[in-house]
Structure formats: C-alpha cells, structure tokens
C-alpha cells in the first residue's frame, strides 16, 4: 500500500515525486519508457529559472535523482493499464504487476500525434521519427524533411540543420503557429528550404525512408521528394480512456482540474500537460506536479486522522 502513487515521470510527475516524499508519502512512480518524458526530447532550454542553458536529459536526469533521494520508488519500463476505486483505495493494475494507493497524481503527459498516412507505421525506425535527439545522429551528412508549424517543428528544425546537408521543412499552411525568435532562427538557415501549403501524402521506399508524395494544397499538385529521413512535429495527443471514469475531459481529450490540480474524484488529481488549460511549459509542468503532490499530501494525511478517530475539522 503506498501513500501517493504517480503515473507518468516527466517533469510534472518527477516533480511531485520529489515532493510527495518530501512530505514523508510512500511514493512511487510508474514510467513506460525512462525518466524525462518531454523533456528527453529537448536539446536545450533556455527558460528555466536557475539555468542559462541545459539540455532536457540533464534537468532529467536531475530530477529523477532528487526524487529518488527523498525517497519516492520510480518503476521505469511499467504502464499503468487499468485504473479501479474501492472506497479511499485506489487500485492500479499495471503491465508487470497490481499495486494499491490512497492517493493518485496523473502525469502521463502526451504521445507524439501521428500523420496517419501510407507507410508511416511500416518504416517506423527506418526513416520515420518524432524525436530529433534520438535519431538525428542516423542522418549525419543526409537529406531529411521535417513536418509541422509549431514550436517543436522548428526547435527540431534548428537542432537537425546542424547535423544533415539539407532539410525541407513541409508545413500546410503558408505561415507558421512557432514563436517569432524560433521562426527567425529557421528563416536564417542557409541548408533549410520551406515547403508551404503542402501535405504529405505517403511515405515511399523499399527497406529504408526513400520518397514523399506530396500534395501541394493551393494548386493540387502531387510530386514526389527524395529524402533519407522524415520527422514529424505536428502536436501531440493525450492517452486518457484508462481514467475517464474518474476524471472529467475537456473536447480535446485533457483532464480538468481545479486549480489544486484536483479532478472531479476525492484522491485523484492531474498535472502537467496532460492537464486541461495547461501552458505546456517545463516550469509550468513543475508547479503542477509541486501543487499535487501537496494537495494529495493534505488528502492522505486528513485520510489517516479519520482512520484513527482524530478528525480535525478545518
């Protein structure tokens, strides 16, 4: 039986492990993949308060270690796969095994939206990616086209230039979502030509990424482009059906919350970017998981009182 439990271990629930068990919670943590979330896919950082520049990895790495020595459990390689409320106990049924918590703090982020289009699944690590830092390295000196408009699209943008010969950047409209500075940034890199008003249709080759057929929007032509590689940066999407029993969602799949990160369920709260109205910002995704982890704190500890027939009114 744990305190506090907390799915998900990027920078919101990393955050409030470090909290929680600070607060003296038995906590733990439950991580499909490794510590970072986001912030894994993130060369630099620039806007975090103490830092004048670090790489995502670094503040990770950081934060998994603070969180650990004081004292929170983090389950790496684990997803949580079902969700069940008995009373104050909550029930998490996991890939490897079941665990009990009096508390439940969801911080499982976002996953990479797809562009759900011919051959993106089937050359998956063989051309296909949506995470620059992973795989940039595989294209050294190579041809590669980016997809999307917003800030990711162009942070990657800028991190690959450096590492490629020449990269398309395709995005649908003729303007793009990014803020000015990253789009200034783009505008001035002699190895990038921007593909406007066109789409990518399908994902050609034999063992390895080959050709795009695109399709340019205002006047319908279809045309193919040889390249080595594709990354895709067109958002992301939230993977919430295990607790929406639980929780309340907002039109595009987020959880609402109060503003102590509570959900529509005694015990169970959100945070992070997987939060409705989130800022979708590393210091913002901090706060969230800081104010959670002492909410659920509050909520466990009023729990024990009334178990041992001390209840405090407030």
Known sequence: MYDCAIVGAGAAGLSAAIYAARLGLKTIVFEKQF???????????????????VSGS????IMAEQAKLAGAQINTLEEVEKIEKNGHIIKITTSNGQ????????TAGMT?????????????GRGVSYCALCDGAFFKGKVIAVVGGGNSA???????????????????RDQFR?????????????????????IVQEIKGSNKVEKLVLKNLKNNQVYELEVDGLFIFIGFETKTDIYKDFVELDEYGFIKTDHHMKT??????????????????LVTSA????????????????????????????
Do not use: M
């Not at 990479?112 to 998956?124: A, I, N, P, T």
């Not at 990014?178 to 066109?198: G, M, S």
């Not at 529509?264 to 910002?281: C, L, P």
């Open 112 to 124: 990479h939206r797809k562009l759900s289009v011919k051959g993106e699944d089937e050359f998956l």
């Open 178 to 198: 990014a803020f000015k500075y990253l789009q200034d940034r783009v505008f001035n890199l002699k190895n990038v030509e921007i593909i406007w008003n066109t």
């Open 287 to 314: 706060s969230d998981g800081a104010i959670a982890a002492i909410r659920a704190f509050e909520y466990v500890k009023n729990l024990k009182e009334i178990s041992e027939g001390i209840h405090i009114q407030r």
């Open 35 to 53: 510590p970072g979330g986001q912030l894994l896919l993130t060369e630099e950082i620039e806007n975090y308060p103490g830092f004048i520049k």
């Open 58 to 61: 670094k503040i990770a790495q």
């Open 154 to 172: 162009l942070q990657e943008t800028t991190y690959l230039a450096n590492i490629v010969s020449k990269v398309y950047l395709i995005h649908r």
């Open 99 to 106: 665990y009990e918590s009096l508390s439940l703090i969801i």
């Open 264 to 281: 529509k369920t005694e015990g169970i709260f959100a945070a992070g970017d997987i939060r409705s109205g989130s800022e979708k910002q």
